[in-house]
């Protein structure tokens, strides 16, 4: 039964976009949302992506006991979970093990970057015809955002060429920060009126463009036409909103907590994330590093791997304090995971076969390992996790039900998630 | 296959009390070829109504074969009873179509074969599929190649990995293919094809035969046929069954239509079953696809509603391109909307021919204008104007990534920039120009097309390059494994790569200069079977190259007016960049399972591009004046829903340069691009890498691709922003100067308004709408209100977006 699904399912992947249909806007609007039904346990979401591809085994999946080119030359420590041991550099991380939840039996067959990417970011296979939307619009599409803040922000430039709205509106798309917060002279562009106008002027000139864009806008209708206009409605919400602006201001933090967090693009990133959750925003996407280590991998492990670990350590306890881990996700995810053996370049390849994605909060347990991959990190051995059954759990968790269907382009039905189901044993 | 004119009659058919229906009635396959004992052929008799509907009427037909002792029918096939020829009678109403049938070794059951009987039924129970066993990895220890690119490997890994095993000699039934297949053991793909089935059958017989490999020589799959060739259906329920036929290279066809794939990319409004069944369900256009082998074919599906006046009425026409369109368009039962006004034309042609809105001047002189004929008019001026030479530098500066990068110094790019924008201004024929780039040789200074050669050296990375934006096709995927959904094989891959396999590179005495030269020895391997693979153009001859230089080899197919592809890429390039969607969707995927919305329109503009001799300003020319470029963006009752079959215009936003370019001209400002001089247009910059923050936040692209994907026009909050609190637009307006300019002249508000309109939207406001606007002014600083009025023009989605 679920096979003869994934063929209808396939087929409608080699749609093209175009036959008769309605335009976008038309779509979404017809589009009936899901009555909520109880509350759900997850609020907002923290997408730590780590494009390139991060070693599983130089993260959370080390072998110790494995020969030496399956084990690499990093040792391991132990964690906070009695018996689980992460890779050495990992010290903050493991401090907080008892607050995560770590997959260690992810798998897919894409082995190559941009396919693997868009498997994590969609959470459905490439398509040949039809453009996906990111987990993060999806998320914008059915639940909106929580205060004046766009509800999905991208830290700092687009996390992805698949982090886009797809199928649905542009105006689901994400709103990129425009640069990295660790910089000295980091600031949002445009987030304060020009100087000669102040708040009395600018509601003026609001009233003005209002009457002279009705006549454009009554005449006109076009996705994009629709598009902007939510952008320049929610422009001028944050606008109006001192708390809205301000969320962007990482130096209002403290040094105590900047120097927590470390002052590193890992750092600023991650604390940034934090500030746009507390304000409000719905799902923050943010990238560090790049992990695509054929070559020198440890070399590369050991210069990227510490900040990360910092940041991420000081986030998730960070979170925990001010009790808002509880109600957030955060995910740290890469395309794949890298091949069990070292290679003679010192280096390791892409291997989506088997990998490790982090999670906590937003309702997943705490201090719990889900799946083990064998003896040398090749495959899974138990339990295997699905990008479809990945993206599950993120949206069952945020009470989006992963079968229900939105319409593509051409009146075409298509659900939120392709086959999977939510992983059962994660869940508090 | 053109079908046998013998069985194409038209029929008149005349009932006593009913008017007379004309009708068009085919039989496919147009003949019968039947060889061995085994052999079939199903059939369909196909009706085009003159209404516009088509329809299966097989079951209506009566059919009968002339000598019964060469060949039966069965149900809705014919099978073989003798050696010789004979004919199918049809009889279908009082007419009667006359089918050759042919039958030889009508006594001959060979034993199966790998190749022609296995192979494809382990491809049409999906064993070979990417999500199964043709994975990369294999799935659960056991490996196939992908859609079976490699049967002697396949035969290898079934027969000889694991003997016994998968096939099981002494006792065919209990061999894995078998118990696996039909889910008796544990098969984490489940049931996969019933015990008894023909699959099933096909593979037990094999085995019972000993399982044996083919031997050398076996005839190989060549071309599929599918029939009918379209299918315009009532929505809801309407049938029509699909014959498809392949040709072998040892002349025989064989009906493969039991063992063909079938795929719709829109179920929503038709669906194809697995034995070929097309099933009409709501309105809308599908393409049903079948893939046998490594070949796929479609054709395209109408779906209309069930309840629909099935005339249409196209009165307007304008040129070729306005018939073509339209006569889709009344397929569909859609009328286009009405034409534009002058205002709106006047606005679109200058964006669209030469990347800026108007000026006042430009306007007052259109508008002033009264005698006929002036759209055309206007066309052609702009057509001889510098800044369309800049656009499409600028275009083809996308499609040959000209940017600079560690190999590629400013001075060598900046040569390679002129260059293009030349042989542009020169009227060069666009494929000449393509082969120019294909064949350079010499320094990057002196022979500036051979910095296309330095921008990307990988071999593979560059045919790749070619192929998408020289031809429009994506054939990355057949690096690795034949196209799934395309017909690229490796094979094609690779015999590609070959023509840039002899590429050298030699310092210069300038340390930023390289010579790019044409060695005499360098081979492309198979990824396979590491063979050397001779250079083979994309679906087309293996040419002979020894004793030549291969890019220049290639250089000759590529500009050859015979080239089935360039013309057709470069047309709907073109075509794109005007109406704002290819005919193909996107530009640079042009593949069996993307199909033109409009073939013979396609075609058409191809072969008149080839007649001018590949003249873009002819082809923009034609474009821009036929009714359809100049139609309103207004939907009428039957085109709301109409996106994609250029019914109506559409509704774009204005891509970055051109949004820039237009702002500076109308605020009386500039802004500095690096390396550039004062008063440069920012669709003049030569380098992808040199880019500002307007230009990044409205998409602009920066060449790191060849991929059209790059120009991005999605709007995005950032974009908001930076109209609303950025530079561009508030410090511009007190830059330029223009309103106080303007208040000093002695103009009045509303005199400053109107000039203000014309300036951003090519119109002027109406009264009410100036009314409106000094009704807000609230001080006696005309010029801090003027300015407001000016941000929010600049503000307002009709300064955006090109209709």
């Known amino acids: 039964m679920n096979h003869l699904k994934n063929t209808r399912r396939s087929a409608l992947q080699l749609g093209t976009l175009s036959a008769l249909g309605l335009s976008l806007g038309q779509m979404l609007r017809a589009e009936t949302r899901a009555p909520a039904k109880e509350t759900p346990p997850c609020e907002s979401v923290i997408q730590i992506y780590l494009p390139g591809g991060i070693a ?223 304000a ?102 138990t339990a295997p996790v699905s990008p479809e059954d990945f993206a599950c759990t993120v949206y069952r968790q945020l009470g989006i039900a992963p079968t229900k269907e939105l319409m593509a382009p051409g009146n075409r039905p298509l659900e939120i998630v392709d086959g999977g189901s939510a992983v059962d044993e994660i869940i508090a | 296959m053109a079908p046998n004119p013998m069985n194409r009659l038209l029929l ?14 085919t039989f496919y396959p147009p003949q019968i070829q039947l060889t061995g004992a085994r ?3 199903s059939f369909i008799v196909y009706e085009a109504l003159e209404n516009g509907l088509t329809k299966d009427a097989t079951a209506e037909a009566k059919i009968a074969v002339a000598d019964e002792s060469i060949a039966r029918v069965e149900g809705h096939s014919v099978v073989p009873a003798g050696d010789g020829s004979t004919t199918l009678q049809v009889q279908f109403a009082d007419q009667t179509l006359e089918v050759p049938v042919q039958v030889s070794l009508s006594d001959q059951d060979d034993d199966l074969s790998f190749r022609l009987d296995v192979m494809p039924v382990l491809t049409k129970t999906g064993c070979n599929s990417g999500r199964c066993h043709g994975a990369a990895r294999g799935k659960d220890g056991f490996r196939l190649s992908l859609y079976g690119f490699d049967p002697a490997g396949d035969y290898h890994r079934l027969a000889q990995e694991m003997p016994g095993r998968r096939l099981n000699l002494s006792r065919p039934e209990a061999s894995l293919i078998l118990t696996k297949g039909t889910g008796v053991a544990p098969h984490s793909g489940g049931e996969r094809f019933a015990v008894g089935s023909e699959s099933y059958q096909t593979l037990e017989r094999w085995l019972r035969e000993g399982a044996n490999d083919d031997l050398s020589g076996v005839a190989e799959a060549t071309d599929i046929s599918i029939y009918p060739p379209e299918a315009v259906m009532k929505s809801k329920g309407q049938g029509q069954q699909l014959v498809v036929v392949a040709s072998y290279s040892d002349g025989t066809t064989r009906d493969v239509t039991k063992l063909s794939t079938f795929i719709s990319n829109n179920d929503n409004a038709a669906e194809v079953s697995e034995t070929g069944l097309i099933e009409s369900h709501n309105r809308g256009e599908a393409f049903v696809m079948a893939r046998f082998d490594s070949f796929t074919e479609g054709i395209p599906v109408i779906s209309l509603p069930a309840e629909a006046d099935m005339q249409m009425e196209i009165a307007e026409t304008g040129n070729y391109i306005d018939e073509l369109v339209n006569a889709k368009l009344r397929k569909l039962l859609i009328r286009p909307s009405e034409l534009c006004s002058d205002e709106r034309f006047l606005r679109r042609a200058y964006i669209d021919i030469i990347g800026l809105t108007p000026t006042e001047d430009d306007y007052e002189r259109f508008m002033a204008d009264t005698a006929s004929g002036k759209r055309a008019r206007l066309i052609d001026e702009l057509l001889d104007r510098e800044e369309f030479i800049d656009l499409w530098a600028m275009k083809l500066g996308e499609m040959l990534k000209i940017r600079t990068a560690n190999q590629v110094s400013y001075k060598a790019l900046l040569g390679f920039h002129n260059w293009v924008r030349h042989q ?39 045919s790749e390059n070619v192929a998408q934006s020289f031809l429009g096709m994506r054939i990355q995927c057949a690096q690795c494994h034949n196209h799934p959904f395309d017909r690229w094989t490796m094979d094609d891959y690779y015999g590609f790569t070959a023509f840039f396999s002899r590429i050298g590179f030699k310092q210069s005495t300038d340390p930023r200069e390289y010579i790019v030269h044409e060695l005499d020895q360098g081979e492309t391997y198979h990824v396979v079977d590491n063979r050397t693979v001779a250079p083979k153009y994309l679906g087309g001859a293996t040419p002979e190259t020894d ?113 820039l370019d237009s702002l500076s001209r109308i605020t009386n400002t500039s802004t500095r691009f690096a390396r550039l ?127």
């Open chain 1, 280 to 381: 409000g925003v719905r799902f923050v996407s943010l990238s560090y590093g790049a992990w695509d280590t054929h070559t020198y991998h440890f070399r590369t492990t050991l210069r990227q791997l510490p900040p990360f670990d910092q940041a991420f350590g000081a986030l998730i306890a960070d979170l925990d304090e001010r009790g808002m881990l509880e109600k957030t996700m955060v995910v740290v995810c890469s395309e794949f995971g890298r091949t069990p053996m070292v290679n003679a370049g010192a280096g390791r390849d892409h291997w989506p076969r088997v990998f490790s994605t982090i999670l906590a909060g937003g309702g997943v347990k705490a201090g719990h390992i889900h799946g083990e991959s064998d003896a040398i990190a090749a495959e899974p051995a």
């Open chain 2, 424 to 462: 542009i201004a020169n009227d060069m024929p666009l494929n000449e120009l393509l082969a120019e780039v294909i064949r350079a040789e010499g320094g990057t200074f002196d022979s500036p097309a051979t910095n296309y050669y330095q921008i990307e050296a990988n071999n593979r990375l560059l």
């Open chain 1, 56 to 278: 599983h085994q130089e993260l959370v999946d080390p072998k110790p006991a494995a020969p030496v080119e399956y084990r690499g030359e990093m040792d391991s420590i132990e964690t906070s979970i009695p018996g689980v041991r992460f890779n050495e550099l990992m010290k903050e991380t493991a401090k907080v093990a008892d607050r995560l939840c770590v997959v260690r039996s992810m798998t897919h067959t894409e082995a190559a970057h941009e396919r693997g990417t868009h498997n994590m970011m969609t959470g459905y296979r490439p398509s040949p015809a039809i453009v996906y939307p990111s987990m993060g619009s999806l998320i914008s599409h059915e639940l909106g955002g929580l205060s004046e803040l766009p509800p999905y922000v991208c830290v700092p430039e687009l996390t992805s060429a698949f982090s886009g709205s797809g199928y649905l509106s542009s105006a689901f798309g994400p709103f990129t920060l425009g640069g990295d917060p660790a910089r000295r002279s980091f600031k949002v562009r445009d987030l304060a009126l020009p100087g000669g106008v102040d708040e009395e002027r600018f509601a003026k000139r609001k009233r003005l463009l209002a009457g002279i864009d009705s006549t454009f806008t009554n005449a006109e209708s076009a996705d994009g036409i629709d598009a902007m206009k939510s952008f320049y409605e929610r422009a001028y919400s944050m606008l109006a909103s001192k708390e809205a602006v301000e969320a962007f201001n990482i130096s209002a933090e403290n040094d105590t907590t900047r120097d927590l967090y470390g002052r590193n693009s890992a750092g600023a990133r991650m604390l940034m994330a934090r500030r746009l959750i507390e």
């Open chain 2, 547 to 659: 004793g030549q230089k291969r890019r220049s080899v290639l250089a000759h197919w590529i500009s050859d007016h015979e080239n089935p592809y360039v013309a057709t890429n470069l047309a709907n390039i073109v075509w794109a960049h005007h109406m704002g969607r290819g005919i193909v969707e996107p530009v640079d995927d042009v593949r069996i399972s993307n199909p033109p919305v409009n073939a013979a329109l396609l075609t058409e503009l191809a072969s008149r591009f080839r007649a001018t001799n590949f003249n873009l300003k002819e082809l923009v020319r034609d474009i821009c004046n036929s009714r359809t470029y100049q139609l309103s963006t207004q939907a009428n009752q039957t085109n709301t829903e109409d996106l994609t079959n250029f019914s109506k215009a559409a509704v774009r936003r204005i891509r970055a340069e051109v949004l």
């Open chain 2, 677 to 803: 001089p004062e008063n440069a247009r920012s669709v003049q910059i030569a380098d992808g890498a040199v880019s500002n923050y307007f230009l990044s936040t409205f998409g602009r692209a920066n060449r790191e691709t060849v991929c059209s994907c790059e120009v991005d026009v999605v709007p995005t909050l950032s974009q908001a922003f930076h109209l609303i609190n950025g530079e561009t637009t508030n410090d511009r307006i007190e830059e330029g100067g223009l309103v106080s300019e303007l208040l000093k002249a002695g103009a009045t508000p509303p005199q400053i308004i109107e000039r203000l309109y014309v300036r951003c939207y090519t119109r002027k406001p109406t009264p009410m709408e100036v009314e409106k606007i000094l009704a807000s002014f609230e001080s006696d600083d005309l010029e801090s209100e003027l300015h407001d009025v000016f941000w929010a023009l600049l503000n307002s989605r009709e300064f955006l977006f090109n209709r």
């Open chain 2, 12 to 25: 008149i058919l005349c009932a006593a009390s009913l008017p007379c229906e004309a009708a068009d009635v």
């Open chain 2, 39 to 41: 052999d079939f052929q």
